[in-house]
């Protein structure tokens, strides 16, 4: 018995413009009709074989062989990709909203999960928190709450959910891969630094067989991770265009002056960069700052100034910027809590001032549309002006918005848990034996902490990219 594979073809009409000829393709088993028995009908597998007619196809064998085909093109679609380390990486999640856009203006595209919505979820697990304080060998006396005293570690433990979607696990090898020969850098004030501290100890602390070494150079210091020829730097500029406030050390200066329209000076430092994050905000929140321009000067309120600043940055990035090699984001505004008065209902009902800060504070704050009077949009809309613009032109730049999440946490600031940098004075040290919780520093954060829930937004996105 002879069997063979005959391709037959079929015409039929097509609309116009329809690709392919309008054909299609029908796979027949044909079976040579026996030399002895003509009129013998055999039926077997589903296929009637006849002396008189040749072969018909059963639907049932059709059936099964169009299924072979479907087994056979999902088969073929499995992909892997390989980042050069020995072996192949998964896809990231399809939960984890990592995707980059490249037209949305930083805005998630349709389909994307929002990681900055959801809630604070305590978690005593084995999971939180994500690394220990005094694992992190590179960890900043600015950050590090439970050096300087703090007993109460509860902070340490609250895990983001976000409501759509989990928010993926950090993973430091998958990051190191994507930033193998590439460097990653923070580019703006102390709470982009603080963000910066959070990304070395995430990295260091599940790294602890590699080689690293931290360099500082002026406004620059370089973490660098020698087996990946990655690296991980901070750059100071806290206005973002070149101010009276740019000395890494000395920049508490009481008339800020700002030129904003000039950003070369920095640019040069940072422009190399594989993946930059930007942040600016608190230094712009004063009533009326200078504003240079050439010899002369102005006198315009923060947000104006800021609004000029902002729009000489998003130029220097569209004008030269590696857009094909660069990812770009923007951390929005970290919001401070200095105002007990916004979560305590009865605060100041006796006539006195009863304003503690964040001091001794150990609990999130409940409601999740907490804003602080800190906050102030007007920031947040020209951020977003200026990206939307990039993005009509071309240049994709992911807003952070950590605003939301950051407004609870008025349990996770350093207060009076850090290193005090100059000796206090007489009347400092009278003003905290009236109130302890003078000089209270609640506007940075301790780590581990909330920075590491940005980092780890951060993370889904690099590596989804």
């Known amino acids: 018995m002879t069997v063979s594979i005959i391709s037959t073809r079929k015409g039929r009409g097509t609309a116009a413009g329809a690709g392919g000829g309008g054909h299609e393709e029908e796979w027949l088993v044909v079976e040579a009709p026996p030399a002895k028995k003509p009129h013998v009908r055999v039926a077997a597998w589903g296929v009637t074989v006849t002396a008189s007619v040749g072969l018909r196809v059963h639907h049932l064998f059709l059936l ?76 900043s006396d600015q950050t590090a709450c439970e050096k300087f005293g703090r007993t109460d570690l509860r902070y340490q433990r609250w895990r983001w959910q976000p409501h759509g979607c989990d928010l993926p696990r950090f993973d430091a090898m998958k990051l190191l891969r994507r930033l193998r020969d590439k460097r990653l850098a923070f580019v703006g004030d102390s709470l982009n630094r603080n963000q910066w501290v959070s990304m070395v100890c995430l990295i260091d602390t599940a790294t602890p067989t590699l080689h690293k070494s931290m360099a500082n150079n002026g406004s620059l210091i370089s973490f660098k991770i020698h087996e990946f020829n990655a690296s991980v730097d901070f750059y100071w500029s806290p206005l973002l265009v070149e101010s009276n406030s740019d000395d890494p050390v000395h920049h508490q200066i009481p008339d800020r002056a700002v030129h904003v329209g000039s950003i070369a000076k920095h640019a040069r430092r940072w422009a190399e960069a594989d993946v930059l994050v930007f942040n600016s905000y608190l230094w712009w929140r004063r009533p009326t700052i200078k504003v240079l321009r050439g010899s002369s000067y102005e006198v315009a309120d923060g947000l104006r100034a800021f609004e000029m600043a902002l729009r000489t940055w998003s130029e220097w990035l569209e004008r030269h910027l590696d857009r094909a090699r660069t990812q770009l984001f923007f951390t929005s505004t970290s919001p401070t809590h200095q105002h007990s008065d916004e979560w305590e209902v009865n605060a100041g009902d006796d006539g006195t001032s009863s304003n503690h800060q964040c001091y001794n504070e150990t609990e999130p704050i409940v409601a999740e549309a907490h804003r602080g009077r800190d ?71 301790c780590l581990p902490g909330v920075p590491d829930v940005w980092n780890q937004m951060l993370y889904a996105h690099i590596v989804s990219s």
């Open 375 to 445: 906050t102030d949009p007007a920031f947040a809309r020209e951020v977003e002006a200026e990206v939307s613009r990039l993005a009509e032109r071309g240049v994709a730049v992911r807003v952070l918005d950590v605003t939301r999440l950051s407004e609870q946490r008025k349990d996770a600031h350093p207060s009076v848990h850090r290193r005090q940098w100059t000796p206090p004075t007489a009347a400092e040290l009278a003003a905290r034996a009236r109130d302890p919780s003078s000089g209270a520093d609640c506007v940075h954060w």
């Open 64 to 139: 099964a062989l169009l299924a072979l085909l479907l087994l056979l093109v999902l088969a073929a679609s499995v992909v892997t990709t390989d980042h050069g380390d020995g072996g192949p990486e998964p896809l990231a999640p399809a939960m984890t909203t990592a995707s980059r856009p490249h037209d949305t203006g930083g805005v998630p595209a349709a389909g994307e999960c929002d990681m900055s919505s959801g809630r604070w979820v305590y978690d005593d697990g084995a999971a939180y928190p994500l690394y220990r304080e005094s694992a992190c060998r590179f960890m």
